[in-house]
Each structure stands twice: as structure tokens, then as C-alpha cells.
């Protein structure tokens, strides 16, 4: 069977029955299984149409029609999975509309979470990561989900790599090549030699938040200067 729809939240491929409705190519809709056979308990997809129809798949489109995938999933009860760097043991569930677009799955942010009641209540602060972007039916947002919901306070920073985000995140990055000074005796008796030390670097933040260690350059003044 082919191939004609891209799922919105993992760009999936899947084959979808138009079930008798005019669809074209470009649209953006929900299909579903209808395994539960309920509105309220079945999970409504949202995808982009890619081909003609093709009858007899298990997924079957619905006459809604929308202007995008993220204008679709904010409708269709889409949650963003935010995983704690540091611990890797708390993941806070994010409504979609937090963010205002698809965030990338892996993308980490260093930002301000809000969770007003529910097990993980309270405030929480630091490197999460996007582990997943999901859709989940009407009836288990609003029943298991829509207590423990995460609203984000602040997005202090966003623009850290896929694939070491959350060690820049959490302890920033050095540039540049590592600069040491030799410490010389003086005088200098037989036996002894020069010996080598690590000084201190300049230590900033860049435009987004992320602390750089600049390893070649040696900060003299303040309290960690190396005249003090």
C-alpha cells in the first residue's frame, strides 16, 4: 500500500483512506484509527496529505481541515515532553501552545517551568530537553493530563546544539586554545625546574545565556585573578 500522508509530530509516513472525502494534496488534517470508537476517548492525528487516497488503510481522514501542522496539533491536544538535564528523572508535561511552534525533538532550553498542582507541583528552573511531542485524545488531556500541566515562565535561552545541548546548557563551553604560564625558581638550585600552571580564564555569557570559558586569555584582576 503507498504511502500519502507525513504525520505532523514525527514526519512518520503513513497510508490514510480519505473515506470518501475530497482531499488535496498539501492538506493539512486528522485522521484516526477510531479504535475506541468514541470522540471524546479516540486520538485524533494530524498530518499533511502527500498523495491520493488510498482505500483500505487503518487510518481514516476526519473533514477537518487546517492552515498547518502546528495549527492543527494546537487544536488536537498535543503535549511537549521537557525532560530535566541534570537529573534525567523528571519530565514535565508542556501544552504545545507554550512554545508556539513544533519544538524540536533533543532541542534543550534553559527556561522557567510552572506547574500550578498535580504530583510535580511547584517552580522549576534549568536545562530541560524536548524528549517528545505527542498527541493524546480529549478525554485523557482532560482527566490525566490538564492537572499536571507545566506553563513556562520564561525561556531564558534556547540555542544549544542537538547533540551536546545539555552540557552547554547546564556547565556553558571554552573557546579558543588553553594558556598556561611557567613558574620559574629564582634562583634556581640544582634538581629544581620550571613548572608549569594552569591560570585563570576570562569567564562570560554569550547572547544566549550560555557561559564561555576562554582558555586563551588569563584574567589578572578580581578575586580570582591571578595577581590575587
Given at each position: 500500500?503507498?504511502?500519502?500522508?507525513?504525520?505532523?509530530?514525527?514526519?512518520?509516513?503513513?497510508?490514510?483512506?480519505?473515506?470518501?472525502?475530497?482531499?488535496?494534496?498539501?492538506?493539512?488534517?486528522?485522521?484516526?484509527?477510531?479504535?475506541?470508537g468514541?470522540?471524546?476517548?479516540?486520538?485524533?492525528?494530524?498530518?499533511?496529505?502527500?498523495?491520493?487516497?488510498?482505500?483500505?488503510?487503518?487510518?481514516?481522514?476526519?473533514?477537518?481541515?487546517?492552515s498547518?501542522?502546528?495549527?492543527?496539533?494546537?487544536?488536537?491536544?498535543?503535549?511537549?515532553?521537557?525532560?530535566?538535564?541534570?537529573?534525567?528523572?523528571?519530565?514535565l508535561?508542556?501544552?504545545?501552545?507554550?512554545?508556539?511552534?513544533?519544538?524540536?525533538?533533543?532541542?534543550?532550553?534553559?527556561?522557567?517551568?510552572?506547574?500550578?498542582?498535580?504530583?510535580?507541583?511547584?517552580?522549576?528552573?534549568?536545562?530541560?530537553?524536548?524528549s517528545?511531542?505527542?498527541?493524546?485524545?480529549?478525554?485523557?488531556?482532560?482527566?490525566?493530563?490538564?492537572?499536571?500541566?507545566?506553563?513556562?515562565?520564561q525561556?531564558?535561552?534556547?540555542?544549544?546544539?542537538?547533540?551536546?545541548?545539555?552540557?552547554?546548557?547546564?556547565?556553558?563551553?571554552s573557546?579558543?586554545?588553553?594558556?598556561?604560564?611557567?613558574?620559574?625558581?629564582?634562583?634556581?638550585?640544582?634538581?629544581?625546574?620550571?613548572?608549569?600552571?594552569?591560570?585563570?580564564?576570562?569567564n562570560y555569557?554569550?547572547?544566549?545565556?550560555?557561559?564561555?570559558?576562554?582558555?586563551?586569555?588569563?584574567?589578572?584582576?578580581?578575586?580570582?585573578?591571578?595577581?590575587?
Amino acid at each position: 500500500m503507498a504511502i500519502n500522508a507525513l504525520f505532523c509530530t514525527d514526519n512518520s509516513e503513513q497510508s490514510v483512506d480519505f473515506s470518501g472525502l475530497s482531499i488535496s494534496v498539501g492538506s493539512y488534517i486528522t485522521v484516526s484509527d477510531f479504535t475506541e470508537g468514541s470522540p471524546e476517548l479516540d486520538i485524533f492525528l494530524c498530518a499533511q496529505i502527500t498523495d491520493g487516497n488510498q482505500p483500505g488503510s487503518s487510518f481514516s481522514a476526519t473533514s477537518n481541515v487546517y492552515s498547518s501542522c502546528y495549527d492543527c496539533l494546537v487544536q488536537n491536544y498535543t503535549l511537549v515532553g521537557m525532560v530535566d538535564c541534570l537529573t534525567n528523572s523528571i519530565t514535565l508535561p508542556v501544552d504545545i501552545t507554550q512554545f508556539g511552534y513544533i519544538p524540536t525533538i533533543n532541542t534543550v532550553f534553559n527556561l522557567i517551568i510552572d506547574v500550578p498542582s498535580g504530583r510535580n507541583a511547584g517552580r522549576y528552573s534549568g536545562c530541560y530537553y524536548v524528549s517528545t511531542v505527542t498527541q493524546t485524545s480529549e478525554d485523557e488531556y482532560i482527566n490525566t493530563y490538564s492537572t499536571e500541566l507545566g506553563i513556562i515562565n520564561q525561556i531564558v535561552s534556547s540555542n544549544f546544539s542537538l547533540t551536546n545541548g545539555c552540557n552547554e546548557c547546564l556547565y556553558g563551553f571554552s573557546s579558543g586554545t588553553e594558556s598556561t604560564i611557567c613558574e620559574i625558581c629564582c634562583p634556581c638550585t640544582t634538581g629544581e625546574t620550571v613548572t608549569e600552571v594552569v591560570v585563570p580564564h576570562p569567564n562570560y555569557s554569550n547572547g544566549q545565556n550560555q557561559s564561555i570559558i576562554q582558555l586563551d586569555a588569563i584574567t589578572l584582576g578580581g578575586f580570582n585573578g591571578l595577581n590575587n
